[in-house]
């Protein structure tokens, strides 16, 4: 095609002091210039970075991408040229209203080879995208993406509060308590969440020095009001140590009174807080001027994926597993040191000494039930937010709090607590006698905090729907929740909650000798989660023990069997477990197993299997027999997996001393790996020819074994030479496998949407979960429960069946979640606040608890990319050019870990190259993108030294996937290239 010739304006970009757009920016156009890419090249890129309602503009010097709106891009990650809105130009750099001034009028400004490029949309020819696009059949059934997505359906697993349990068993009394106890745990929870990340960032990297100094001068406020009430509401004097020593002995009680003296301490206070106030407003100040010239790069608020309706957030919030402990309430410390020093404690001691005395005298005199609604709480499982500025008053009601959040304490002598506990066990004692449960429980919840002792009395008084409503609330372990489940007959929350906690295993072995039919029961349960994770035999191993299961049983392990590979193997050890008379059935696949020089891989999952066996038979002995020989030969021809030790605990399995004097003389062969971390030269690797199919997403799901996504061609299963083993008609472009390597999702984008396809390996099935508007997702899965990510919510989806059931979540996040990661054993999202800043939320997986939270910093350095690791957090990597043309780049970990590579052949840094990067376990993998040569290079941060390097061939640059040994490489020619870093191999292979 043949476009106007024109000459544009040029002038010297050397004014330009920020001339390349970096990190995440309100992106409103992509520039593909045609001096670096060709005409197919482009055309691929612009297509792939394509959004509803953009436009293309062809000039001679490139091709200018415009989008309807400016979108909220990573400009590191971006096909093009990222450029942005200056006023009503399109723009490739940051300028400044100087600099804004000294250019043309133009429609768009390109800074490049030192000079700013001055277009004109009018000398530009419109183009249709559409040209460009091969439009053959469907491969299956769309869907209209403008319906609206039923709202997902949340686990109700919150539990009730035990005035809700109880009913109204127990009588109503005052405000004062109930009120009291949840402002304080209210307050607690509100000012630490703000604390905890306001401590930990530097004064310099929040928003702007107004809004971190207002925070502090209405802290301090409310810290001077507070201690301004507290001198004026003083009761009586001090009482000595003495009076709570007795507290049965009557004392006459003044009024208040207000004397000079007090007044004076007061002033002095308030003369104080206001001198502080002064002093950190300046400080602030001073630091927002100095901090005006370097700016804080954040992630700004992703736009919506789509303009349709979105689904509305679940009426109910479904609460988290656990929480971190909360650090003390700081401005409470404070506040407790201030009152020390001004004399204000002797007012608190006198009040709260008042408040024990008359609810002491209240159990003297036998009055029971008023005594118990003005008693405090003792230690328990909720977290000492500090010193308690007040009393208690009188409870509404004997209710429970279902809550293990923090409260505040008044601090006792520990006789003084000890001589409470003894009242309390009596009156609890009393109100079992009188079999007044209710009242009981109250007393062994809320005053002694012994939550799992009030579990167990209600249990043994078969309440068991109370108990697992008061689990729940007060997050009780997993298998104590679903047994209470379980015997309350709530079974589809009790199924749930397993599925979700992994928590069957134990709870089975808690009801099998009292309650062994429901037992038997969670075992059919625990069988089908387990066949849906693509765990077969564990699934199988699950239910044997019940009769009446052992048919479906059979139907699993006869799946294993006919599926290929290591899973098959072991599906042999298995029946010989179990149905010993029927393994003459496989003594072809045995004979295969025995003589085929191929199977060394299914050979070496069934010694492994035979291994793991703890009680044998004379079948499973008799397997050992078989696989020897074929072993030793693996061994000697190079492609053994075991180990001399496990060889020799192998050969003792089957305890034959006739097979032993068969065996070679001399030193038994043995596996030896050959870490890739432990190479004294760096390993060179050679990538493999191309293809003829774009790979997309690649997974590996075991030795030899890889599932790949093929677009709209759907998704293949190989092997380790590119055979197809299975195909699956179901668009694909993300893969998420499971860690069983037997059940995977295959996600295909529609629209802003999402398409979810769980895809069972084993049987060869496709089931469609439907359509879900998620931002971010985790890219491995248990096999039931994914975690995504949806606005500021994040939440695990259970899969079984759809991705509208929702196992658990956490809702209401102060921000809008922007990054994603999840492990086995950890999760880890990025949530954005705009007034805090960028937080960083770890999650263990089992049980799922709170871990961390923590403050991150994104503050602008001119070379450096912020990742997340997914075991160590936030990943700072920071690039310094050095005098001789070396690149030197660090790493810093939020806990501290830190490393650094020099790059000596780095001389041209900053000439036209682009860098990616990846981490994962103690690798950092960068891709260095020149024209005309692209290089792959592995660094171990341990010790900051190159381990492998190749040359990727141009014109497709390769994605990556960390794997459990090593890494995944795939391009858009049809390669894909695995590197085990635990043998120091490689295979390679296309898909034609």
Known sequence: MQLPEHKPMRMPAAEVRHPVLKGRQLVAALWFSSEWLAEPHRARRIVEAWRSGARLFRFAQGDLLRFAAPVSLDCDRLAGWPLRREGAALCSAELAPSERGALPMADVWLV???????????????????????????????????????????????????????????????????????????????????????????????????????????GWALGALVLLWLVLSGENRAPSPLDLAKPSAPRHEPPTQFDASSIRIAIITLLIVALVIWATTRVQAHRARQGTSRRPVRPAKPAPARTGPTPSPPASSLKPRGNARPLRSRWRDWLARMAIASQVSKLLGRQQAAYMRRMLKMFDDGDLMEALRHAIPLGGDAHDAGQAFGTPGRRESLSLNGS??????????????????????????????????????????????????????????????????????????????????????????????????????????????????????????????????????????????????????????????????????????????????????????LRDLRDAPLLHRERAALASELLAVADHNATSRGLVAVLAPALIADHAGGHGRMDKRSFQSLLRIHGDQMLRADMPGGEMPGFEPRLLTARSNVLPLDAPSAGAHVVHDAALLDDDRYLLALGEAGAVMTDGTGRVLARFAVPAYRLVPAHSGQVALALAQRDGLWRVSRLDLVQRQIHDLGLSAIA???????????????????????????????????????????????????????????????????????????????????????????????????????????????????????????????????????????????????????????????????????????????????????????VGDGWLLFDAQGRVLHLNTERSVTTGFSIR
């Open 776 to 962: 971010h997702f985790a890219s491995e899965f248990d096999g039931i429960g994914w975690t995504v990510a949806r606005g500021n919510r994040v939440q695990m989806l259970d899969t079984g069946r759809s991705v509208q059931d929702v196992l658990w979540q956490v809702a209401d996040l102060p921000g809008e979640v922007v990054e994603l990661t999840a492990t086995r054993h950890l999760e880890q999202f990025v949530v954005h606040d705009h007034v805090l800043g960028p937080s960083l939320w770890r999650y263990q997986r089992q049980p799922r608890r709170l871990q961390s939270r923590e403050a991150m910093d994104f503050s602008a350095v001119p070379i450096s990319k912020h990742m997340l690791h997914p075991q160590l957090g936030a990943f700072r990597l920071l690039g310094e050019l050095s005098g001789d043309g070396a690149l030197c780049l660090r790493w810093r970990v939020m806990h501290g870990t830190e490393g650094e590579i020099r790059l000596t052949d780095y001389q041209d840094a900053m000439e036209g190259t682009a860098l990616v990067f990846w981490c994962d376990r103690d690798w950092l993998v960068m891709v260095r993108a020149l024209p005309g040569n692209t290089t792959v290079q592995w660094f171990n941060m341990r010790g900051g030294r190159m381990a492998a390097s190749m040359a990727w061939p141009t014109g497709a640059e390769p994605s990556m996937r960390a």
């Open 112 to 218: 490049q080879g030192g000079e700013v490029l001055s277009l004109q949309l009018s000398q530009a020819e419109p183009f249709d995208v559409s040209m460009w696009l091969d439009t053959g059949p469907a491969l299956l059934d769309t869907f209209d993406c403008r319906e609206t997505l039923p709202e997902p359906v949340v686990l109700d697993t919150d539990g009730r509060s035990v005035r809700d349990v109880l009913g109204d068993a127990i009588a109503p009394a005052s405000d004062e308590q109930l009120e009291f106890l949840k402002a304080v745990a209210e307050r607690a929870r509100t000012v630490e969440a703000r604390r905890s990340i306001m401590a930990s960032k530097a004064p310099g990297e929040r928003r702007d020095g107004s809004a971190g100094s207002g925070y502090k001068w209405w």
């Open 404 to 589: 293990t959040g923090s409260r505040s304490s008044i601090y006792l002598d520990d006789n003084f607590q000890d001589h409470l506990r003894q009242l309390y066990r009596k009156s609890f004692e009393k109100l079992d006698r009188d079999g007044r449960i209710d009242e009981a429980v109250f007393v062994l919840a809320e005053l002694l905090q012994s939550h799992q002792e009030a579990l167990d009395y209600l249990e043994k008084h078969q309440r068991f729907a109370q108990a697992a409503e008061l689990a729940l609330g007060w997050d009780r372990p997993p298998e104590v929740i679903v047994r209470l489940l379980c015997l309350s007959g709530d079974w589809r929350r009790a199924v749930a909650v397993a599925r979700r906690d992994n928590a069957f295993a134990n709870t089975v072995m808690q009801l099998q000798a009292k309650w062994p039919e429901m037992a038997n029961r969670l075992r059919e349960e625990w069988g089908q989660s387990l066949a849906q994770r693509g765990e077969w035999l564990q699934a199988v191993d699950a239910v044997w023990p019940v009769a009446a299961a052992r048919e479906q049983a059979m139907t699993w392990l006869l799946a294993a069997e006919a599926a290929d590979g290591r899973l098959a193997a072991r599906a042999l050890v298995q029946r010989a477990l179990l149905l010993p008379d029927t393994l003459d059935a496989c003594a072809e696949r």
